[in-house]
């Protein structure tokens, strides 16, 4: 369920969580290279993406976004990934915040 692991990641610090999701695509990336999946050009995609929010408006890291499912909130994360037939690989994942 989102909440149970949005409860355990809470309990990281940033650094661990960004260690581990590198860690992660590390492991993806040599995984789709073995393949051969990775080979010659491809497409970069860069999204941005509201995840809705319905808890306290002032929660840290929470934004104001257009509503979108019965919310005025959202957790807002930008990602780039390549493209490879079709077959997306994120390489990152920040969270945004408006300042």
Not at 21 to 33: M, P, Q, S
Not at 53 to 72: A, L, M, P, Q, S
């Amino acid at each position: 369920h989102p909440r149970t692991v949005r409860y355990h990641i809470l309990k990281l610090n940033k650094e661990t969580i960004e260690k581990e999701f590198d860690n992660a695509t590390d492991k993806i990336l040599e995984i789709a290279k073995k393949q051969r999946k990775l080979q010659g050009r491809f497409d970069v995609a860069i999204d941005i993406t509201d995840h809705p929010y319905y808890g306290d408006k002032n929660t840290k890291g929470i934004v104001y976004t257009k509503e979108f499912r019965g919310t005025w909130f959202a957790y807002r994360y930008a990602t780039i990934c390549i493209v490879v037939n079709g077959q997306r690989f994120t390489l990152k994942s920040l969270p945004m915040k408006i300042l």
